[in-house]
T-cell receptor, first 108, second 114 residues
Framework: KNEVEQSPQNLTAQEGEFITINCSYSVGISALHWLQQHPGGGIVSLFMLSSGKKKHGRLIATINIQEKHSSLHITASHPRDSAVYICAVSSTASKLTFGTGTRLQVTL | DGGITQSPKYLFRKEGQNVTLSCEQN?????MYWYRQDPGQGLRLIYYSQIVNDFQKGDIAEGYSVSREKKESFPLTVTSAQKNPTAFYLC?????????????FGPGTRLTVL
């Protein structure tokens, strides 16, 4: 079993839909990261959180430390949100452990 | 603009040849990392370095080598000993210290060995 599990693996939504991507982890962590990888391959950090909730534009990330679970929500989804969303956890100061990613396709 | 650059974006090599992937950062970060990404798998750590002239093996270091002669640069050599080198390679950097380890990623190099 991987230390970081994401669901779903693939997700297709229509423009405007509310999207949720889930991440569960099995190790103690100091922080959880949500990353976005566009088709070209580059990765951008969306959120880093260790408790509660963060919001940036249409993106919201939440984490429940007791349940070892985090969710990434996208409100009013748009085709430009199409990407792979990756959850990663910091368990030591020098290493990240990554989930396998959720491939999101938003159609018109 | 501060950031991380990787070159080239696409690289083709014949089997049995060593190849070096470039990674440069001007973020003044002490730590740098190399990851490998394969379809259906999470990023896996190859090597990392937290200070000039020092580096540590990651989870899949076999068949790879690195150097850290300058703070800004962390080149990765894929040697002929790497059994399955075709993959997407990502470089990242971060500050050292603190426990959250936010990393900044380069655009990646896609290596295809023919």
């Amino acid at each position: 079993k991987n230390e970081v599990e994401q669901s779903p693996q693939n997700l297709t939504a229509q423009e405007g839909e509310f999207i949720t991507i889930n991440c569960s982890y099995s190790v103690g962590i100091s922080a959880l990261h949500w990353l976005q990888q566009h088709p070209g391959g580059g990765i951008v950090s969306l959120f880093m959180l260790s408790s509660g909730k963060k919001k940036h534009g249409r993106l919201i990330a939440t984490i429940n430390i007791q349940e070892k679970h985090s969710s990434l929500h996208i409100t009013a989804s748009h085709p430009r949100d199409s990407a792979v969303y990756i959850c990663a956890v910091s368990s030591t100061a020098s290493k990240l452990t990554f989930g396998t990613g959720t491939r999101l396709q938003v159609t018109l | 603009d501060g950031g991380i650059t990787q070159s080239p974006k696409y690289l083709f090599r014949k089997e049995g040849q060593n190849v070096t992937l470039s990674c440069e950062q001007n973020l003044n970060h002490d730590a740098m990392y190399w990851y490998r990404q394969d379809p259906g798998q999470g990023l896996r750590l190859i090597y990392y370095s937290q200070i000039v002239n020092d580096f540590q093996k990651g989870d899949i270091a076999e068949g790879y080598s690195v150097s850290r002669e300058k703070k800004e640069s962390f080149p990765l050599t894929v040697t002929s000993a790497q059994k399955n080198p075709t993959a997407f390679y990502l470089c990242a950097s971060s500050i050292v210290g603190g426990s959250n380890n936010e990393q900044f990623f380069g655009p990646g190099t896609r290596l295809t060995v023919l």
